[in-house]
DNA sequence: GACTGCAGCTAATGACATTAGCTTTGCGGC
DNA sequence: GCCGCAAAGCTAATGTCATTAGCTGCAGTC
């Protein structure tokens, strides 16, 4: 093993700086390999292109914001856990706004991956409600999509009046914990 | 005026074609004049730079929605209301998955002005619940995240399970009415 | 019939990603 | 201590794009 310098770690941990300070759109390798202070070209002896690099970043990112929120739902149950969870997951995305941008949208192997773990984690937090299987699956794929939304929404900066965020994101937390209160359909 | 062959809207309809096709990363110019049949510099004269092609396209796309959403809408109130926006939504995403994957994160003037369209819209579908102004926009912002969230997760395939999607969207729809109805803080 | 302005063209530049093939360096075995 | 090897890095080359500059030709206008 000769020259230990780079490895894919470190090169997607550059590539996460990359992205924290400049956004998901300076994330090339050109400015990953000047960050490494090393040639463009010698990435590939790590990376197997800039697909893959950036699907290791979001798989990075996700697996983060799982580990998070699995943390902040540890040891609560069924409204404690959606709201903890929910908070978690806002804090995160205000804390590193641009890591959330650069979340794959098409989902590549790795990032799918942890988006299974992350699915778990809701999962878990929904079980101690009593709901069925599906009906557990059905109600963590609508918070998914609440919690979700309201983040790319809120870091796109796509809400434009002055109401406090804070508060909607209040709401949408009730709005989550009724239906999962009483999810029973028709 | 010479010759008229192209035109901004032109432009930007050849653009739609391509992400239709093709999906939003193959949104090049080079694609764009490849189906108009002119040299790639020529398009210049017309749209200042891939940026606001990009951003003319993603315009359209969400004045289209709000178009397609409003009328859902019209003649209905309160959970009519709100279920047939939800449904028409989710209906536009399913048709055009790729025109969704378009609409721009960063939003550039033209998208969020559609964008303000589309708020109106909500605005206009919850006046029947007879809430304040300022709770109607916290409201409008959780039922714009709730349904964005879902489509931009199932569109993207975000999904995985096999149980079904329109259960689940169901539930959404269920869960954004039930908030709506009882929307009063603690 | 000459004038003007716009639409389109070709040529050139510069940022990237990616590939090919060469060089160096450090480690394990002798 | 010395050798060979494989990993890690480098330079050079190619191709795709976006973008700019400057030229050309046609549509109407006077």
Redesign the interface.
């Known amino acids: 093993m000769p020259r230990a310098a780079l490895s894919a770690d470190a090169v997607v941990a550059l590539a996460l700086e990359t992205v924290d300070q400049a956004g998901p759109a300076a994330l090339t390798l050109s400015a990953v390999a000047g960050r490494a202070g090393v040639a463009t070209p010698s990435l590939y002896k790590h990376v197997r292109n800039l697909a893959e690099l950036r699907d290791l970043v979001s798989a990075r990112i996700m697996n983060d914001m799982a580990d998070e929120a699995g943390r902040a739902v540890l040891g609560r149950s069924a409204d404690e856990a959606i709201r903890a969870f929910m908070k978690a997951w806002r804090d995160y995305t205000l804390r590193n706004p641009h890591r959330y ?1 650069a979340l794959l ?3 590549e192997p790795r990032t ?1 991956e942890a ?2 773990r992350l ?1 778990d984690i809701i999962r878990a937090a929904l079980r101690s409600y009593g709901m069925t299987d ?1 009906a557990a ?3 963590a ?2 918070l ?7 983040a ?2 809120e870091t ?6 002055p ?1 406090s ?1 804070d ?2 994101h ?3 937390v ?3 914990i ?2 999962a209160g ?2 029973r ?2």
């Open positions: 941008a949208q098409t989902p799918a988006g299974a699915l599906s699956i059905h109600m794929r609508c998914r999509a609440a919690v979700h939304g309201f790319v929404l796109d900066g796509a809400f434009g009046l109401e965020l508060e909607s209040d709401l949408l009730r709005m989550v009724a239906g009483a999810p359909p028709t």
